[in-house]
């Protein structure tokens, strides 16, 4: 892989000048998210606890590329291989049904679900650092490489988010210029979800391994059709072929596979 690919999360703290008091006692405070300088899409605004950043589940879930379910008092996250599950009611963390040593417990609001947004991120395997220079928390994904990059599709242009709603319902990689979505196709619920995993290059190569995850043992979801997918933005250099693997077969994405699977 040609270096690491950086993911800029910037952490503008817009704190009064009683923020200590406030986390002395336990109050909150909100806190804007900027990605690569610009202000995250996000569906409800982040906010500080006690000094640490919270963002809603849903949220960290786009952020992440995960999966986020509830049911009850029961918050699970699917990250990747991982499982996170959040036990609201008595303020507890698993990941993989084993309590972890730091394990962070999320934050209800309402009837909004607010999960600690460096916690997780480590928990995604990326490391996390305050840029000073910068003044910024600036993340270091393992899990991408410079000429691809996940993007959040709110910030793209009109044509392109066009495009997206044209193919995010039929199952295969759909390509725009630079821009490429991977479509699982329909699913019976929002149980069904795609992670890249990895991105390896290799001399004129480019491979994105992607792991269409499935739904976790015991789990109750909506019964409402769902269309798993997810949007990169590709920079390939002169000559450079792009392949989308599946992570568990190490065979082409979707071969073989009929809609619905």
Same mark, same amino acid.
């Given at each position: 892989?040609?270096?690491?690919?950086?993911?800029?999360?910037?952490?503008?703290?817009?704190?009064?000048?009683?923020?200590?008091?406030?986390?002395?006692?336990?109050?909150?405070?909100? #806190?804007? *998210? =900027? /990605? $690569?300088? &610009?202000?995250?899409?996000?569906?409800? !605004?982040?906010?500080?606890?006690?000094? %640490?950043?919270?963002?809603?589940?849903?949220?960290?879930?786009?952020?992440?590329?995960?999966?986020?379910?509830?049911?009850?008092?029961?918050?699970?996250?699917?990250?990747?291989?991982?499982?996170?599950?959040?036990?609201?009611?008595?303020?507890?963390?698993?990941?993989?049904?084993?309590?972890?040593?730091?394990?962070?417990?999320?934050?209800?609001?309402?009837?909004?679900?607010?999960?600690?947004?460096?916690?997780?991120?480590?928990?995604?395997?990326?490391?996390?650092?305050?840029?000073?220079?910068?003044?910024?928390?600036?993340?270091?994904?393992?899990?991408?490489?410079? #000429?691809? *990059? =996940? /993007? $959040?599709? &709110?910030?793209?242009?009109?044509?392109? !988010?066009?495009?997206?709603?044209?193919? %995010?319902?039929?199952?295969?990689?759909?390509?725009?210029?630079?821009?490429?979505?991977?479509?699982?196709?329909?699913?019976?619920?929002?149980?069904?979800?795609?992670?890249?995993?990895?991105?390896?290059?290799?001399?004129?190569?480019?491979?994105?391994?992607?792991?269409?995850?499935?739904?976790?043992?015991?789990?109750?979801?909506?019964?409402?059709?769902?269309?798993?997918?997810?949007?990169?933005?590709?920079?390939?250099?002169?000559?450079?072929?792009?392949?989308?693997?599946?992570?568990?077969?190490?065979?082409?994405?979707?071969?073989?596979?009929?809609?619905?699977?």
């Amino acid at each position: 892989m040609r270096g690491k690919t950086w993911m800029a999360v910037a952490l503008s703290l817009q704190l009064l000048a009683v923020a200590p008091a406030l986390a002395a006692t336990g109050g909150t405070q909100t #806190a804007t *998210v =900027l /990605v $690569d300088g &610009k202000a995250a899409a996000l569906q409800k !605004q982040a906010i500080l606890q006690q000094q %640490k950043t919270y963002v809603s589940a849903a949220d960290a879930a786009s952020l992440l590329q995960a999966a986020w379910t509830l049911d009850g008092q029961k918050g699970q996250l699917k990250l990747g291989e991982r499982t996170i599950v959040f036990q609201l009611d008595a303020g507890t963390v698993t990941v993989d049904g084993k309590t972890v040593a730091g394990g962070e417990a999320a934050l209800v609001r309402g009837k909004e679900v607010y999960v600690p947004l460096r916690w997780l991120v480590e928990q995604a395997g990326h490391e996390i650092a305050w840029n000073e220079e910068k003044k910024a928390v600036e993340i270091v994904s393992k899990a991408q490489n410079d #000429a691809f *990059v =996940l /993007v $959040d599709e &709110k910030q793209l242009s009109k044509e392109e !988010q066009d495009f997206i709603e044209s193919v %995010k319902g039929k199952r295969g990689v759909h390509q725009r210029g630079d821009l490429y979505v991977i479509a699982r196709g329909q699913a019976p619920h929002p149980g069904y979800g795609l992670q890249v995993t990895k991105v390896e290059q290799k001399w004129e190569q480019l491979f994105v391994y992607v792991k269409q995850s499935e739904p976790a043992p015991g789990m109750m979801y909506p019964q409402v059709i769902a269309y798993p997918y997810l949007t990169a933005k590709v920079k390939l250099p002169p000559y450079t072929t792009i392949s989308f693997i599946d992570a568990d077969t190490n065979k082409p994405l979707f071969e073989g596979q009929a809609q619905g699977q």
